[in-house]
């Protein structure tokens, strides 16, 4: 555990920062550009996991170990929304043949 807390440590915090800002970039730019409604989600969990690496890299910088155990809770959520989020896009494509998320204006009354 020591070896892996010094190799965070040896990293400059900006570079955390600079990485997670670009994958949390790229899964927004996913969301908002995409219609497949599979890689909306997964870009959603992009974005969760830039959140992630950003919570658990300034945990180490500053020693405090919530940030953590806040990173376990994220996870756990995280599964449960995937669980939710596939269970909804499978009853979609049963009913529209289609994962596009466009088509989703013929399921209104």
């Excluded at 219609?35 to 996991?49: H, Q």
Aim: with cysteine; charged share 10%; hydrophobic share 60%.
């Amino acid at each position: 555990m020591e070896n892996v807390t010094q190799a965070i440590q040896g990293v400059p915090l900006n570079h955390y920062i600079l990485l997670c800002t670009i994958i949390f970039s790229i899964g927004v730019i996913g969301v908002l550009i995409r219609r497949n409604a599979i890689v909306i989600f997964m870009s959603v969990e992009l974005m969760l996991n830039a959140v992630n690496l950003l919570l658990t890299a300034f945990s180490v910088h500053h020693n405090d170990p919530s940030g953590q155990v806040f990173v376990f809770f994220i996870m756990a959520l995280a599964a449960a929304e995937v669980a939710v989020g596939l269970a909804i896009i499978v009853m979609i494509f049963r009913n529209t043949n289609s994962t596009d998320v466009n088509i989703l204006n013929k399921l209104k009354w």
